[in-house]
Each structure stands twice: as C-alpha cells, then as structure tokens.
C-alpha cells in the first residue's frame, strides 16, 4: 500500500493523538499527515474535541442536591459515635447545640444567613419539596428519608420547628431566599408584565412567596442565559412569565443598593442577552 | 493538594483532621470539591437523580474509609476515584435499563430533539451532554475526567484504577465517536482555532 492513497482513519489518527502509535507505525502516520491535507483537517479535528469538552462548563451542584447531602453528611457526623470508632469520636448530640447550627462544617441552604436556624430545615421541607421529591423519587427514595430524618442534626432544634412547616415557609419570606446563579429554581408565573408597571407588578410578585408546584428547574439554556444576566449577583428570584404579551425571563437580583430586575427574551441565553427591560426596585419592599 | 499562601487548611489536612475525629473538617474538605465531583458524577451517568444517589454514595463512602486514606495520590483523585467508582456501580446495577443504546445515531437525534426549541439545539453543553451519552460508560469516564476535568493521563488512570495506556485509547476511541457528533459545534467555540482550512504541508 503506498502511503498517499491510503488515509489515516480518525481511530488510528486519535491513537496517534494520544501517544499510542509509536515506533514504526507513528514515524508512517507521522509522515503521511506531513503531506495530507485531509488527514492534516481530520487531525485538528480530533484535538478540536479536547478542546471543545475542556471549554463546557461544568454543570452547577443543584442545591437541592447540596441540601441533602448536607443532611446526609450531618447524619454520617450524628452517627458516627457507633462501637467501631466509639473511642476517639466527640460526636454531636443531635439536638444539642443551637450554636452548632451555624458552625462552619456544613454549608446549610444560603438562606441562611436570614432565616433562624430552626426554621431551616423546615424550609427545606416546604420550600425544597419538589427539588427533592425529584430527585429522591425511584430507586432515590432513602434520600427523603435520611434528609428528613437528619434534618434535626443540622439545625439543631429544627425537629420542633418541622410541624408548622407552611407557617415556617411563610415566615422566612419570600424575599430572603438568595439564590446563587449557579443554583436556582424558575418559578412559572401567569403574570404578563408592562412596561408601564413593571417595577411595581414585579414588587407585588414578589410580595408573596411561589406558589406550590410552581418552582421548577431551570433548563440548560435558561441557566446560561440567567448567568449571563446575572453576573456574580445573587439571585432574588427567576420567573417564567409574560412581557408585552410575550415569553419572557425575569431576573431578580440583589444588588448593593436594592434590587435589580432584569426582563429577557425568548433568545436569552448564553450568547445573547435579549434584555427587554430592566429596572430597579427600592430595597424591603 | 495544599494550596500555598491560602489561609485554609490542605485537604490533606482536613482529611487527618476528620480521620481525628473533627466534626467539621469532612464537611469542610468535600463542600471544597463537591461541585467537581458533581460534574464528574452527573456526566458519567448521564441522569440527575442517579448522579446525586451516586454522589452520595460516595460521599457517605469517603466519609467512612477515610482511615483507609495512603497519600499515594491527593486527596483530590481518591474523592474522584471514590466517586467514579460510584457512578460506574450505579450504572453497573441498572443497566438493565442503559440510558441509550450506544452509538445509536437515531437516539442522538430524538434526544436532541426531545429538547423541543430548536434553539436549544444550538446550546453546545446541551449538545456535548447528548453526544458524551453515546459512548460506553468506561470510555466517557476516561473522556470526562481527562478531557473535560483536565486530570493527567497518570491521574486519570489513578482515579480510574487502569493502566495509563488504556486511559489513553479509551480516550483515543471516545473522541473518534465522538467526533462526528461534535464536529458541527466546533465552529462555536475556542474550537475553531484548530480547524484550519486543509494546509497540511505548510514547508
């Protein structure tokens, strides 16, 4: 076979790429890709696959995902005065220590920083149910039960907090739940915005908490376009809604002074912001 | 790995503390890593719920073998390889129901166009998850974590508990599957810069 005619296959050539044809089958690949143009594309090709897997984004850890395994991790710390390791393990007494609450070991949910600790886990409930009735359905289901069995262990007292679960929910507000743009929900909403009463309609929305079911996961896209818009800002929350009559994302995010909300297109996403309308709402509303 | 002038302890460190028994120091160590980790989980299973069963899994796992620790690698590639471990069990116990049968050209196509706004299409991490999908789980762990984690071949082949060659032809082969899945998203990116026109001898 002479070597002109007879092309490397992109097998052969990736194996070439990784250091795998050597000796005398890598100096003939070698010297055929010297002379071949299409052999040469097909080459860059191959690494343009590297290249193009590198430059992905990785996907976000869901917080309802982050949320239970905090729970789980908090179990595992709970439990881990067993016989075995009884001799040299401190471990916490759940219920014990409100103060251990926000100790630094555990990242609990970023509200936080503004709902008391005993009504954290509560939240979780309420607010995390569908996030985690998701992820936890099927073959997952002992997540629920060790996130809700654990629960106390990270809040400390939350097991008394945990029976008014909607009071709970109600008393963190809707406003306190900064979500990172990394890890959020989009809450579906039937309002159709103006451009005359956005800032007041979008207080008034935010007035009041989601409703049930109405939180979803946002889609690759919507993320990538809530990243765009976002930038580093916490999220205050994300709507699926109208504008002028048509679709729109909704953005909310806190800033230093107050609120910014931002309103995107149908385009939005990674690439392209398709900002319909911002404005800014007064801080506490 | 200890990250010089950072005022938090190495992951080393915290690992012998919570071996210790510091309650606070795992926590700590894996919030560190957890969204790597995540990353390698949910692309080598392909599935959101059995990702997280796995990241737990290996959480919990982790957590309790942490005595068993060398330091023959960073604590780093131990948590990916405990993880990797977990995502292939998980696979393992369900392939009785595979997500897509691989290199299906058909499914590639529903998949993409299950996703309905065709825009969306368009979106290359939508596109890059749909095509990793087609290839056998043991060569989309290798891809995964040398390719998109950016580990070496001898870490990778650590954390996968295989041989540096076959670390390098699972890649090798991933990749060629891969390619006629990828190459139209190759203009959007870094990407174009290696696709030259055919200039081959340049001398």
């Known amino acids: 076979m002479s070597a002109p005619v007879t092309h490397v296959d992109a097998e052969a050539l990736a194996e070439f790429r990784a250091g795998l044809a050597t000796g005398r089958r890598g100096a003939r690949i070698a010297a055929h890709l010297a002379g071949c143009d299409r052999c040469t594309a097909l080459d860059d090709q191959l690494a343009g696959v590297s290249v193009l897997l590198a430059s992905v984004p990785a996907p976000a850890l869901p917080d309802r995902v982050a949320q239970r395994l905090d729970a789980v991790l908090a179990a595992e710390v709970a439990g881990r005065d067993d016989p075995e390791r009884a001799g040299r393990e401190p471990s916490p007494e759940p219920g014990t220590p409100s103060r251990r609450a926000g100790h630094r070991g555990f990242r609990l949910p970023s509200w936080r920083v503004l709902v008391p600790a005993a009504a954290a886990a509560a939240v979780l409930l309420a607010g995390g149910g569908y996030g985690l009735s998701l992820i936890a359905g099927g073959s997952g289901s002992h997540g629920i039960a060790s996130s809700a069995g654990s629960a106390p262990s990270v809040g400390g007292g939350a097991n008394r907090a945990a029976a008014p679960v909607g009071s709970a929910h109600a008393g963190a507000s809707a406003r306190s739940a900064l979500m990172s743009p990394a890890n959020f929900t989009v809450v579906t909403s039937g309002a159709d915005f103006t451009e005359a009463d956005l800032g007041q309609a979008l207080a008034a929305e935010l007035r009041v908490p989601p409703a049930a079911g109405t939180e979803q996961i946002p889609s690759t896209r919507m993320r990538a376009c809530v990243q765009h818009l976002a930038g580093g800002a916490d999220l205050v929350r994300v709507l699926s809604a109208r504008y002028e009559g048509q679709p729109a994302t909704i953005v909310v995010t806190r800033t230093g002074q107050g609120e910014e909300a931002w309103v995107a297109g149908p385009d939005c996403s990674g690439a392209n912001r398709d900002v319909l309308a911002r404005t800014s709402l007064p801080s506490g509303i | ?203």
């Open chain 2, 1 to 203: 790995m200890p990250e010089p002038g950072r005022p938090w302890p190495s992951d080393q460190e915290l690992l012998g503390r919570h071996v210790a028994g510091d309650a606070d120091a795992f926590g700590e160590l894996f919030r560190r890593h957890r969204d790597r980790l995540w990353a390698v989980a949910l692309r080598t299973v392909c599935d959101p719920e059995e990702a997280a069963d796995a990241l737990q899994d290996a959480m919990v796992s982790a957590f309790r073998r942490a005595a068993d620790f060398r330091g023959e690698s960073a604590v780093t590639t131990w948590l990916h390889r405990i993880v990797v471990n977990a995502s292939l069990d998980r696979l393992r116990r369900r392939s009785a129901r595979p997500v897509l049968p691989t290199g299906d050209e058909q499914a590639f196509e529903a998949l993409v166009a299950q996703d309905g706004d065709p825009a969306r299409a368009a979106d290359t991490r939508l596109d890059v998850d749909a095509a990793l999908r087609l290839l056998p789980p043991h060569q989309r762990a290798a891809l995964v974590v040398v390719d998109m984690l950016g580990f070496s071949v001898a870490d990778a082949a650590a954390i996968l508990d295989i041989s540096p060659g076959t670390v390098k032809s699972r890649c090798a082969r991933a990749r060629t599957r891969l390619l006629p899945h990828v190459r139209h998203l190759q203009g959007n990116r870094s990407a174009t810069e290696s696709v030259q026109p055919a200039q081959g001898g340049d001398t």
